[in-house]
């Protein structure tokens, strides 16, 4: 990767350059160009400029530049694994899996349904008067979207994004984070290559205020943000000054709560994957895990055998689970969690400690207990390889603990029990509950993603996700040609009576009301009939006869 930003389908290069460097080595993995003020409004510019270009593209074509991409990427799926794993220090299996696997499987599902997800659909008519129009919803594009993003899946969430953008027909500015941005720039060479018309999708490598600054600009219409609540925050400030659409995917505090039938095999196991892997930064990692005190001691001393097990090490080596975190910053957070829990009387069972001898950002897989919402490690975010865990007594224990956050990411209960599941998943106050698994459905792209509290707003993936980034347009239609309507002007004697009957017949209590109101309205059966087809009171008679 050459460092190069994309604007308009050309490689770009500018003066001023940050550097990539890798977190397990402390080496540059490469140099990337920073745009300026100016050059971020000229990649604004290119998104508006390809708007209609891409809006009317005929969605066959779409579907076929879709295919391209996603042939692309497999081919270029290793070296794209490798660039994730030196940036941003997740093992080359696991940015394998989770990022490039992930990435094509939705790539594979907005291709395939290029011009089928938001199809316009009718909308009948529950008031009689309008009975005789025809309604219906349309989807229309909003036009440029920023799409600005994170580093702890650096290749996964822009990906993500810019699908459901360009499925909704808008087009793309993607400002990634500058701790990743060779990555970022990947994925914009990629469709680049698969014959994206220029302009629709524009990658530029920007420090803060250049990104502000994008953010205000009158050319873009959505804002799709992911980071941390504080950013977030002020990205939605920033947008109400032109009221630009936005979603907001934030941080999140997931919990995991392991009932007494769980099988504990699979609990243990899925405990310590979801928690340590990309080193626990992942907005749904498990976070704090709630075990029943009738299981605690076999479940701990799984979770104990299995953390020990977790190898970490450089993530381009073999055999490696765990590799650093992927800033200084993000380490010193993880520290600061695990001190202020020691210091307030939790047990450190695993970890605890940077690994020994190695320059990078590593840190060891922790597992704490003897913890309590009074520390950290348990309120706020950690964003890195910490499980601490707590026991309950009784299910309403376990959902209150749970839903005592500021966070509603997801969730997730370990049980064999479908009927329990059921009663957690309708108690649970998150964007999404798993049951036996946990954060899987964020590469399922027929689900959804996002949350509720300081998590965010909005949903992203899916149909749902693109509903926040179109214009979803009634069209009501009414072609019978009578000259007015019953309730325009002028307004007299004849209209409140109309009204005053209406109203009794639909919404009144008694029968015997209601006749004497349908027997009052046959005076007024010629403006009735004047202004909206006598049909229409026919077909309401059922509901008009309904007590
Ligand atoms: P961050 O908020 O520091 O930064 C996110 C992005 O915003 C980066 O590209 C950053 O450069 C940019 N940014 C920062 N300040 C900005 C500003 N004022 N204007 C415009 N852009 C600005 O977050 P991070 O540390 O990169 O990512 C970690 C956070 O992201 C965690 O809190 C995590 O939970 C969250 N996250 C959430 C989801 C989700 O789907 N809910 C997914 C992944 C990550």
């Known amino acids: 990767m050459d460092g190069r930003l994309i604007i308009r389908n050309e490689r770009v290069e500018t003066g001023t350059k940050i550097v990539s460097e890798n977190p397990a080595t402390l080496a540059p993995v490469g140099e990337v160009s920073v745009a ?11 998104a508006k400029d390809a708007f209609p270009v891409w809006r009317w593209l005929d969605p066959r074509e779409k579907r076929a530049i879709f295919k391209r991409a996603e042939n692309i990427m497999a081919r270029r799926a290793s070296e794209a ?5 030196m940036e941003k220090g997740s093992p080359y299996p696991e ?7 992930g990435a094509l499987q939705s790539l594979n599902y907005y291709g395939q349904n290029q011009g089928r997800l938001l199809r316009s659909g009718r909308a009948g008519h529950h008031a009689p008067l309008f009975f005789h129009k025809s309604g219906a919803f349309h989807f229309h594009p909003l036009g440029p979207t920023l799409i600005i993003s994170p580093w702890n899946f650096p290749f996964l969430i822009p990906v993500c994004d810019i699908l459901s953008a360009l499925t909704a027909g808008n087009t793309v500015v993607l400002r990634p984070s500058t701790s990743t941005p060779l990555t970022a720039l990947l994925v914009g060479e990629i469709f680049a290559e698969a014959g994206l018309p220029p302009g629709v999708l524009n990658v530029v490598v920007c420090r803060v205020p250049e990104a502000e600054a994008m953010i205000v600009d009158r050319g873009i219409q959505s804002v799709m943000f992911t980071g941390s609540v504080g950013t977030g925050r002020r ?8 009221l630009t659409n936005v979603t907001l995917e934030l941080g999140g505090k997931d919990p995991m709560i392991v009932l007494e039938d769980a099988d504990l095999e699979r609990a243990a196991r899925g405990a310590v994957w979801t928690a340590f892997m990309n080193c626990g930064q992942s907005c749904g990692s498990i976070e704090r895990a709630y075990v029943a005190r009738e299981v605690a001691e076999p479940f701990l001393a799984r979770v104990v055998e299995l953390a020990r097990e977790v190898r970490v090490g450089d993530p381009l080596d073999d055999g490696v689970d765990m590799g650093p975190m992927a800033t200084a910053g993000q380490l010193k957070v993880v520290e600061e969690h695990i001190a202020d829990a020691r210091a307030k009387g939790a047990k450190i069972l695993v970890g605890g400690g940077r690994v020994d001898g190695r320059p990078g950002y590593f840190i060891e897989p922790t597992v704490l207990v003897d913890v309590d919402h009074g520390m950290r490690c348990m309120t706020e975010e950690t964003f890195g390889p910490t499980l601490p865990i707590m026991t309950f007594d009784g299910d309403e224990q376990a959902v209150a603990l749970a839903n005592d956050s500021d966070y509603g990411l997801t969730a997730s209960v370990w049980t064999r029990d479908k009927r329990r599941a059921a009663w957690f998943a309708e108690r649970l106050e998150a964007g999404s509950v798993t049951i036996n698994d ?6 399922e792209p027929r689900a959804i993603w996002g949350g509720i509290k300081q998590t965010g707003m909005g949903r992203s993936h899916g149909p749902f996700g693109l509903h926040e980034l179109v214009n979803i347009k009634y069209v009501g239609m009414d072609f019978l040609g009578k000259k007015s309507q019953t309730w325009w002007f002028p307004y007299d004697r004849s209209l409140s ?10 919404h009144g209590a008694g029968r015997a009301d209601k006749l004497r109101a349908a027997w009052g309205l046959k005076s007024e059966i010629r403006r009735l009939n004047d202004t909206s087809p006598l049909l229409n009171y026919v077909l309401a008679l059922p509901r008009m006869l309904k007590k």
């Open 36 to 46: 300026s003020r100016e050059l971020c409004a000229e990649a604004v510019r290119a």
């Open 81 to 85: 694994a490798r660039l994730i794993a």
């Open 95 to 101: 940015s394998l899996a989770v990022e490039v696997f």
């Open 235 to 242: 990205i939605a400030r920033l947008c109400s000054e032109n």
């Open 438 to 443: 946990h954060m899987y459905s964020f590469v």
């Open 497 to 506: 009576g109309i009204m005053e009957k209406a109203i009794t017949l639909f």
